[in-house]
């Protein structure tokens, strides 16, 4: 990760100002911020979408839970309280287990909603910081 960061930081000042940046492949939170702060403008990747086929779930306060765990079983909490998604504001961690467990789709729908939903907003804070130093 930080040769990645090193050869973005390098490689930005190179291209031309007056078109968008872009970088394949980066799609966590964390990395998305320190590239766009190094001179990224536009990101492609699948991640949120990987990651929740597989069970984990981004949540609002920037945490991941591996929704298949035994732990979320009898976990009567909400997904995600804060959450943008209206779903894993009303539905309970218990029941998102239960769909990923039984393999079925719907349940990696409704994962791939929130984690698309949370990095979204996250993407859309960046641009208001943005707007506002300049």
Not at 4 to 29: H, N, Q, S
């Amino acid at each position: 990760e930080e040769d990645m960061f090193k050869v973005v930081e390098a490689v930005t000042p190179l291209l031309p100002e007056d078109k968008p940046r872009y970088l394949m492949g980066v799609g966590e939170i964390e990395q998305l911020k320190k590239c766009v702060s190094l001179g990224i403008d536009m990101f492609d990747c699948v991640l949120p979408m990987r990651i929740a086929r597989h069970g984990t779930v981004l949540m609002s306060d920037g945490s991941q839970v591996r929704i298949t765990k035994s732990e979320f079983q009898n976990d009567h909490s909400p997904i995600d309280p804060d959450s943008p998604s209206q779903f894993s504001r009303t539905h309970l961690k218990s029941y998102l287990s239960h769909l990923m467990r039984s393999n079925e789709r719907l349940g990696e729908t409704y994962a791939q909603m929130q984690n698309l939903g949370v990095t979204l907003i996250a993407m859309q804070e960046l641009r208001k910081t943005i707007e506002n130093d300049i």
